[in-house]
């Protein structure tokens, strides 16, 4: 496609649910990023990966969250047993990588757990 | 944790005045970037500053550099309504992650 592309675009689930929210980067980008955005607040780093590998992993909130990135194309961000403080817009980009960060964003999957 | 840190948190003016904010982060970078989001949802790219550039100008926008002070602002000239959006500085590292400030929220009154 010709931008960033994530879904769901929205999620509402039961608290102690599994979620899987997805992320289409631009083609040809081989960096990706996941963001979380809380009402109002500033984008908090999640992780980041440069093909299928993920050299920082550090903003991963706790081990209910974990990414993956296969084929160097499509990523998957998943929450275990979700908590009502996980509920925020997660955000991902993309970038050419290999020194140009200029990243595109998608639209971004407003989760809420209730 | 955050890299950056965007002064003020919030702005108001008018249209036709300027809007100037600013960005402080705290380790070194190769790159540094301003960024526009409306309405909460995806963000999108305004301009980037090298870490050798002092200044950069695109459009209404002018971006100072100052690698020594670990700063940056960003000057928004000839504000209009439609500036109105919260507007965030990312730094970037050898390695490629990319990291956001808080953001600042500008509100343009017509």
């Known amino acids: 496609g010709a931008g960033v592309s994530q879904s769901p675009s929205n999620k509402v689930t039961e608290k102690g649910k599994d979620v899987e929210l997805r992320c289409d980067p631009i083609?040809?980008?081989?960096?990706l990023y996941w963001y979380r955005q809380s009402l109002g607040q500033g984008l908090e780093f999640l992780i980041y990966?440069?093909?299928?590998?993920?050299?920082?992993k550090s903003g991963l909130p706790s081990d209910r969250f974990s990414a993956e990135r296969t084929g160097g194309s499509v990523s998957t961000l998943t929450i275990q047993r979700t908590q009502q403080e996980d509920s925020a817009v997660y955000l991902c980009?993309?970038?050419?990588?290999?020194?140009?960060?200029?990243?595109?964003f998608g639209q971004g999957t407003r989760l809420t757990v209730v | 944790s955050q890299q950056g840190e965007e002064d003020p948190q919030a702005l108001s003016i008018q249209e036709g005045e300027n809007a100037t904010m600013n960005c402080s982060y705290k380790?070194?970078?190769?790159?540094l970037q301003w960024y526009r989001q409306n309405s909460g949802r995806g963000l999108v790219h305004l301009i980037l500053?090298?870490?050798?550039?002092r200044e950069k100008h695109s459009g209404r926008l002018r971006v100072t550099l100052d690698t020594s002070k670990k700063s940056s602002s960003l000057l928004i000239t000839a504000s209009r309504a439609a500036d109105t959006a919260s507007y965030f500085c990312?730094?970037?590292?050898?390695?490629?992650?990319?990291?956001f400030g808080a953001g600042t929220q500008v509100v343009v009154t017509p």
């Open positions: 990966f440069q093909g299928n590998s993920a050299p920082d």
């Open positions: 380790t070194s970078i190769n790159n």
């Open positions: 980009a993309s970038s050419l990588g290999q020194g140009n960060t200029e990243a595109f």
């Open positions: 083609s040809g980008h081989t960096a």
């Open positions: 500053i090298r870490s050798n550039e």
């Open positions: 990312a730094t970037d590292n050898s390695w490629g992650k990319l990291q």
